[in-house]
């Protein structure tokens, strides 16, 4: 007798801003028939929270503090979004999640990653299958995130120091947890990296039985 719920998969796409992420995601997402989703962001509460965020100047909030709200944002996000997804045995493909504060406010911005494990633990308790990490050099990345000139420029504004602290930090990702974390170079065409993304995804689905 099968009692167990339909389990879903949930990838996650990650990197510094401008790195291609957002590009690759929603490529991915196509490719499967996927549910896409974003972080700060992807459910109602969450995107006002992320409005909160991602506007204004760079000192409006402490880190500890954007730790608080990037969690508030992701358990509405996880409860009203991810779950239902997972719990309808549907792939879910989310433009950044966890490994972002992980390494925005955890390591780059200030080092508080003890305090964004425990919250994490205590409030969030999920885990991505698969996880892409888009690795692109900070000054290509950056030249193209200010190209876009969106206004939700706050954690772009700190600067190529900073950005260059976040490669890093995403970098080490793949080395923490090497199960999920696979690194994918950014620094080539679009295309070129979305058939070198599919084919990782495809592989990982079927492994799973999934598709
Ligand atoms: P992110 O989500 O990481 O900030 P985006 O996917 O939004 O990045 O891409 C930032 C900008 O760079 C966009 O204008 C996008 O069209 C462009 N872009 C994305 N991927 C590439 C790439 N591989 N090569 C050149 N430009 C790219
Ligand atoms: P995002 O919309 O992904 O920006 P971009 O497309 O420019 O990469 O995310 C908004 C900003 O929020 C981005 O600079 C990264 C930051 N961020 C954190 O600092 N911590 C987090 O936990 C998340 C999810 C995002």
């Keep these: 007798m099968s ?8 990838i996650t796409f990650e990197g510094i801003d401008g790195s291609g992420k957002s590009t690759q995601a929603r490529a991915l997402a196509e490719a499967l028939g996927a549910r896409l989703t974003r972080e700060p962001g992807g459910s109602v509460g969450a995107e006002e929270i992320r409005r909160l965020l ?12 954007e730790i608080l709200l990037f969690t508030a944002a992701r358990r509405d996000h996880v409860e009203k979004t991810i779950r239902p997804a997972l719990e309808a045995g549907l792939v879910i493909v989310s433009d950044r999640f966890a490994d972002s504060t992980r390494v925005y406010q955890g390591a780059a911005r200030a080092a508080l990653r003890g305090k964004v494990d425990l919250l994490h633990e205590a409030m969030i308790a999920l885990e991505p299958d698969l996880t892409f990490v888009i690795d692109t050099d900070p000054d290509v990345a950056l030249a193209r995130g200010l190209a ?11 600067g190529a120091g900073f950005q260059h602290r976040l490669r890093a930090g995403f970098r080490a990702l793949a080395t923490e947890y090497p199960d999920r974390v696979v690194l994918i170079a950014g620094d080539r065409a679009p295309d070129t990296i979305a058939a070198d993304v599919l084919t990782r995804a495809r592989a990982f689905l079927a492994e799973r039985g999934h598709g």
Aim: aromatic share 10%; proline share 6%.
């Design 3 to 10: 009692g167990a719920a339909p389990r879903g998969v949930f």
């Design 54 to 65: 991602v506007e204004g100047d760079a000192a409006r909030w402490s880190p500890e503090t």
């Design 148 to 158: 876009r000139r969106s206004g939700e420029d706050r954690f772009e504004s700190l």
